[in-house]
C-alpha cells in the first residue's frame, strides 16, 4: 500500500523545538521531491521545506535558518527539524510526494500526501 505517514505534531511553547517524521511505505522515495507543507485555516498553503531528488534542499523564507528538511533513504523517512517554534508556525503540517521542479528551485506536482499533524506553538 503506497502511503505517506506523519508523526511528532503536538503543542509547544514558544522558543522550544518539534521534529516531525513522515514513514513512507509502498514507494521509494529516491526518485522523488518531498516536501513537508503546512496549512493554516482561512491561509494559503505553504511549501515550508523541501528536498529534491539529489538532495538540494529549499525553505520559505518565513522558515530558513528555523527549520531544517533531511531524508533517510535507507529508511525511506523524510524529517522535518522545527526550532524557536512561534505561533506563527501552528497550522496543519503535511508530507508530501511530488517531482522536482528542475531546472527551478523545490518540488510540484504532489501526487501523494500524508493524513496531516497538528502542531501548535502557544505564546
Known amino acids: 500500500q503506497v502511503q505517506m505517514r506523519e508523526s511528532g505534531g503536538g503543542t509547544v511553547q514558544a522558543g522550544e523545538s518539534l521534529r516531525l517524521s513522515c514513514v513512507l511505505s509502498?514507494?521509494?522515495?529516491?526518485?522523488?521531491?518531498l516536501a513537508w507543507i503546512r496549512q493554516i485555516p482561512g491561509k494559503q498553503r505553504e511549501d515550508v521545506a523541501m528536498?529534491?531528488?539529489?538532495?538540494?534542499?529549499s525553505y520559505a523564507d518565513s522558515v530558513k535558518g528555523r527549520f531544517t528538511i533531511s531524508k533517510d533513504n535507507a529508511k525511506n523517512t523524510l524529517d522535518l527539524q522545527m526550532n524557536t517554534l512561534n505561533s506563527d508556525d501552528t497550522a496543519m503540517y503535511y508530507c508530501?510526494?511530488?517531482?522536482?521542479?528542475?531546472?527551478?528551485?523545490?518540488?510540484?506536482?504532489?501526487?501523494?500526501w500524508g493524513q496531516g499533524t497538528r502542531v501548535t506553538v502557544s505564546s
Open positions: 509502498g514507494f521509494s522515495l529516491s526518485p522523488v521531491c
Open positions: 528536498i529534491e531528488t539529489d538532495g538540494r534542499t
Open positions: 508530501a510526494a511530488g517531482r522536482d521542479k528542475w531546472p527551478n528551485v523545490g518540488c510540484t506536482d504532489y501526487t501523494l
